[in-house]
């Protein structure tokens, strides 16, 4: 054990592999690990494991969206199922009315959710806690609920037709399906990662932590968080067009409460504010409801009313639980191994924060300071 | 010196994002040029020369489990076919899937039906939010979504041929209704009470073509919700009382039906009840115990109520249809050997005897558009429980189009309930019959369908 400590200590000292340091090439790198892991992965798997791969990823989309707004600017929706909304029959009205490529259609999905979200978040500027819970709850309650009051525009509850898309007939429908759905995931989680490391994601942050600080140091609060709101709403629209191309169509009943709830507790169990613990909320919010929670329900001989809400007392007390064993979510706790384990392996005994996938401020702070110590040096 | 390490790390840097994602790239295209090309099946999905499967999704579980003992009852009719040498030497296999009346929950559990089970058809589905949300998909497909346990006038589309109902059309229902009030009650102040949402909409569709709109003083709604059952429907009956009302037609589900009878008995408020096909079992009116409690209770008001039913009820005892489905499925259906024939098990056994029939009018040789041709082909002559025939053809995609009246009555034998007996129900008139369009109401004169000899022998 000695031995291999001291090597890995060895290793450790003089890594032979670094991450480039600008983030976007640091987040393109790791996108380009992921793109051959899931080529690999969906491969492998049966069409309908593709299927859920493709669930999985366009709940990254929400889920991304929705760390930013709530973990990274501290703005809490419970209306991104309607903002999903927006997305799905914006992508829907496209399809029924032009002939365009689906990838227009999504980026118009984003534009329109978007603007609706500029729309809700100029007033949500003013509210706070739970005062801006309690609207946001209204765009989840109301915006699918207006489709119904114009059943000829938007096709009553039979709802609208959103074709599969049908890639090169070597692939099979699902597999292409959840290959248009990672690559939106894979860009979304680039883009916002960029955004995060940029003024944008740190006018967040300061706005999230001192509202009055963050004016004072010449941020306009406002603008930010009405930003914030738009970002998030759009990925929230992707991801909504996203679920109309796996659904095969949409309709008001396809954006139930529940949906923007699921969507809330799975960043929390993720992990707040980090867009790498998206994808365990959104393998929970795929596979809890449908999969685990009736297998645990069909084990336990448990009764039919108890069993279908299975999933959502599940959530709940893996939130409760959650929240007082690791408040970071799985992917903070996760950090927390990581850590641990780099400095048992470090030369120092001390944790190597490069190793240890540090959350963004100390991370940020230490790049930031170097920037500018750089920049203050003459010469350059 | 600083300025070209600089420069030079940026140049570091674009090469290495370049390198990048050429690798992507160019692995990626490799690894599509070497994947295993997906050899297309000749076959058809789901069918063997000795088995078909077949998939339902159904709400075993939530808010809409009252309904959990009908797909049991159709594996049961299969179970049965299966035991007298398949259907055209093919067993039949039933993959029956949870979807808790939760439309998204619906898709997954369809997805996986037809990508993991490979079903041959989606059969005897329940609901409409759930099967609206999977039939794009499975027509888009060309998956048979057969005989789906819903009103809606949705599953006859020339958009989705793949789709067809089971039941009655509300539309039909509220046409037969409507034509009843018109000719019996005329001159009499009419209320509607229906539920918010399609079914509402649809019954109120065929009401109108009746009913002058000049007579309907009043139109109450309700929301299908728990909340909204224990918020109480004060407001709704006192708005029609206030109206002057003097004749209500219901268009809502059992508990709501219960809860407007308690609630006009409580208000004083007695006027005559027409009820919709969806809500005519008393017994389902009647198993919340409120109503089997002492006055002021609703069933004053229920005694004398119109109603109507496609069929026999399950307590018609001398009903052959009754008779031979109480004795398959007593054998082949654990829960009515335990607890005896209820009124949706009876529909589980039409529904899965019509599945039955229609796989064996497709023939030997069994396609997907085979089956859709034989439906429309013969649909018409499948034997049925029902008091019309079905009205399937290649247009109409629609099972039932007719109703029986009843009336329900305290001194009819009483239907007993666990929660104590409630009353019975005598027949009004002759069945009637129509289409959700424009048509008249017109009586069905033919006797109901014998039930076949081979089902009948050997059940």
Known sequence: MGELRKKAQGLAAKPWFRMPRQPMLRHLSYAAVAVVFLYFLTQKLSAFNDYEVGEIAFYVVALAGLTLLTGVNGQISLGHGGFMAVGGFTLALLVEHTKWNVVPELAIAIVTSALVGALIGIPATRLRGPYLAGMTLMVALGLPYLTNQYDSFFGGDQGLTTPQPIGPASINPEQWLAWIQLACALIVLILLGNLLRSRFGRSFRAVRDDEIAASLAGIHVARTKVIAFMVSAGCAGLAGALLALSAGGVNSAEFPLSISIYLLAGMVIGGTGSLMGVWWGAILIVYLPTSWAPSLANHFHVNSQVSANLAVIIFGLVLVVGMLVAPGGIQGALRWVAVRVGAYFSPDGVPNMKLSLQEAPTDRAVHDSESVTQADKPGV | ?459
Not at chain 2, 86 to 95: F, S
Not at chain 2, 205 to 212: D, R, S, W, Y
Not at chain 2, 383 to 389: K, Q, T
Request: proline share 6%; hydrophobic share 40%; charged share 10%.
């Open chain 2, 1 to 459: 010196m600083k300025r070209f390490s600089l420069h030079s790390a940026r140049r570091r840097a674009r090469l290495y994002a370049t390198g990048v994602v050429a690798c992507a790239v160019v692995g990626t295209m490799a690894l599509t040029a070497s994947g295993p090309a997906n050899a297309a099946s000749v076959s058809t999905p789901g069918v063997t020369a000795t088995s078909i499967s077949l998939g339902a999704t159904e709400p075993l579980t939530g808010v809409a489990a009252n309904y959990n003992d009908i797909a049991p009852a159709m594996k049961a009719v299969f179970a049965w076919a299966n035991a007298h040498g398949g259907v055209n030497g093919r067993q039949i296999n039933l993959t029956i899937d949870d979807d808790q009346y939760t439309p998204s929950i619906t898709a997954t559990m369809t997805h996986q039906l037809v990508l993991q089970n490979n079903i041959f058809a989606d059969v005897g589905s329940l609901g409409t939010p759930t099967q609206l949300q999977v039939q794009p998909y499975l027509n888009g497909l060309k998956v048979p979504q057969l005989f789906i346990l819903s009103g809606c006038n949705c599953w006859s589309s020339s958009k989705y041929p793949y789709s067809s109902g089971l039941q009655t059309p509300y539309t039909v229902d509220g046409k037969i209704l409507g034509s009843y009030v018109a000719k019996n009650f005329s001159g009499e102040k009419v209320g509607y009470f229906t539920q918010d949402d399609e079914f509402g909409f649809d019954a109120i569709k065929g009401l109108n073509m009746e009913i002058k709109g000049s007579s309907v003083v009043s139109k109450q709604t309700y929301v299908a919700s728990t909340a909204a059952y224990v918020a109480g429907l004060q407001s709704q009956v006192a708005a029609l009382q206030a109206s002057g009302a003097k004749v209500v037609v219901l268009a809502a589900i059992p508990p709501f039906v219960g809860l407007f009878a308690t609630t006009a008995a409580t208000l004083g408020y007695t006027p005559q009840l027409v009820i919709d096909g969806v809500a005519g079992d008393p017994s389902a009116i009647g198993a919340p115990a409120a109503l089997t409690t002492p006055a002021p209770n609703g069933q004053a008001l229920l005694n004398g109520a119109i109603t109507e039913a496609g069929g026999a009820f399950e307590d018609q005892t001398s009903n052959p249809w009754v008779r031979v489905a109480t004795k398959l499925l007593t054998k082949y259906d654990s829960e009515v050997a335990k607890n005896g024939i209820t009124g949706d098990e009876l529909t589980g056994f039409n529904l899965g005897y019509l599945v039955y029939q229609a796989l064996k009018a497709a023939g030997k040789n069994l396609t997907r558009q085979g089956l859709l041709n034989a439906i429309a082909a013969d649909g018409k002559n499948f034997a049925n429980s029902g008091f019309v025939p079905y009205s399937y053809s290649s247009t109409v995609h629609f099972g039932f189009e007719g109703e029986q009246l009843y009336k329900m009555s305290a001194t009819a034998t009483p239907i007993t309930l666990p929660t104590g007996t409630f009353m019975g129900v005598t027949p009004v008139g002759p069945v009637y019959y129509t289409s959700p369009g424009a048509g008249p109401v017109k009586v069905w004169h033919s006797a109901q369908d014998k039930v076949p000899a081979s089902l009948s022998s050997t059940a």
